[in-house]
């Protein structure tokens, strides 16, 4: 399907009955306005050209789509460009935050994002979420946003840990749900407080465990016991205030 802005009195489809479309912008496109009657929509794939705008026409498309499940930007034709534009990504559409039956957010490769928009603990249905960004939640989403997404799998990663205040706020994320999370990274930024961390423990199914610039002198309790029964893989990096490696049986570390 191409949407070039000219034939809106054009072919009259279903448009309600498209679960999976492709779009192809040719020219700069100000809207959507054929997408927008695709309300079932659950797959959302778009090809631009170099001088299509995109960032512009995402926050008003996200609200018409709240079916979509995935949104893929990365398979692009022109996908040397789009990398580039992916990591100098600082922020995403707070209009985000209406895709309620979005299952998929693939964004490992947003190196300078900021933070995610606020409300992103509305998105209940998310399964693949590769990073979560603390934020001071003025813009974007706090820590306890993550106590909502429990249908998470396999590998996450949360940065931004110094913008947690205290043990309570971290318990608020309740990571202990996540049952399907089975590889970890906490990006703990220097933090000093072992009572964040401690508060932070992750469900007995952890399979490998990443931590990196914690700035305790103890390990949190959880890694000091046998709370992680299935962790095989144990990678700590910059840990330099730690001089204990934690004894945790059956693993491999790093």
Not at 11 to 27: G, N, P
Not at 104 to 131: A, C, F
Not at 166 to 172: F, L, P, R, S, T
Request: hydrophobic share 35%.
């Amino acid at each position: 399907m191409e949407d070039d802005n000219e034939n809106e009195g054009g072919i009259d489809l279903s448009f309600q009955k498209i679960h999976h479309a492709t779009i192809i912008l040719r020219e700069l496109a100000q809207n959507f306005v054929s997408t927008y009657k695709m309300k079932n929509l659950r797959t959302l794939l778009l090809e631009w050209n170099f001088n299509s705008i995109i960032p512009g026409v995402l926050p008003n498309l996200f609200p018409h789509l709240t079916c979509l499940r995935a949104l893929d930007l990365i398979s692009n034709k022109h996908i040397k460009e789009l990398q580039r534009k992916m990591d100098n990504l600082y922020t995403l559409p707070r209009a985000m935050n209406k895709l309620i039956n979005l299952r998929h957010l693939e964004n490992h490769d947003t190196v300078k994002l900021e933070g995610l928009p606020q409300g992103i603990g509305r998105l209940r249905s998310l399964r693949t979420l590769d990073k979560f960004i603390v934020s001071d939640g003025k813009e974007e989403c706090e820590i306890e946003d993550l106590r909502y997404l429990n249908n998470i799998r396999g590998k996450l990663e949360i940065s931004g840990l110094d913008k947690v205040k205290n043990a309570m706020e971290a318990e608020a994320a309740e990571m202990k749900n996540k049952i399907r999370i089975h590889d970890l990274t906490l990006f703990c930024d220097e933090i000093g407080m072992k009572g964040v961390a401690e508060a932070l423990q992750p469900h007995p199914n952890l399979k490998s465990l990443t931590i990196l610039s914690y700035g305790g002198i103890e390990w949190p309790n959880w890694m000091m016991g046998s709370c992680l029964t299935q962790l095989k893989n144990l990678i700590l990096r910059y840990c330099w205030n730690c001089s204990n490696i934690p004894p945790l049986g059956g693993t491999t570390s790093s």
